[in-house]
């Protein structure tokens, strides 16, 4: 399932290395408070017991209709049929399925993906479809739940955050439908994060950290979201960073018994 911001490709090395510095017997759990489109998750299940949340009340409509065989694809998708889901009431599977899957770069109904395309010889409703129908067998014994990060109370889990990315120049808003955007605050996740750590093992991704939290992987990647000539970066350096997967440091001590 496309979705900006996905660890598609990176997937398999972050759950590596979590399994490897906390293995299963360590914890009673696996839990994801911004799980998206469960690359990661789909990886450590079912190696863990696994649960999923995100604040998104769409996506998780998707993800429990999928789950519950519940969710019928349309057959295709104009741009006329992209506008209409646009205004469906949510929660809806729909909305989110069309919402994420044809849009640009994933980013929930930011312009039908079929005029970004160009020359690219691409079916992006085919390619969510076969995503959808690899994903079903393997989410049946996962618990999902729209809710916000702040009110989960994890303990003895290992957790994989992998929230909105921290910006410099502005705010960072997080998108909870199509008109309404909620202001993620940096400070306040991370102070969680030093909370959550006392009684978990938690393992968040992003390019930057406080001083406090170390990174234990980190990869140079490739971060545009189209390579067509339309939407490819200007400079293209700019679209290179790296990925981090960080703890906070008195969980050294532990991962390292």
Known sequence: MKYMGGKYFLCKELSATMKRLVPPDKVTGYVEPFCGALSVLMEMNPDYKCSASDYHPDLIQLWLDVQNHTFNPPEEIDENFYNECK????PNSLKAF???NMSFG?????GYVDKYKNDKNENFLQEALNSLSK???RIQNIS???SSYLNLKPKNKLIYCDPPYQQTKFPIRYRTDTKHYDIFD???FWDVMRRWSVNNFVFISETNAPPDFVSVWEKITHRSASQSKKTRYKNESDSFKTEKLFIHESLLTKINK
Do not use: I
């Open 87 to 90: 205004e469906l009431v949510s």
């Open 98 to 100: 069309v919402g994420f």
């Open 106 to 110: 994933g980013k929930f109904f930011a």
């Open 135 to 137: 994903n079903e067998p």
């Open 144 to 146: 999902f739940k729209c």
């Open 186 to 188: 940096n400070e306040k």
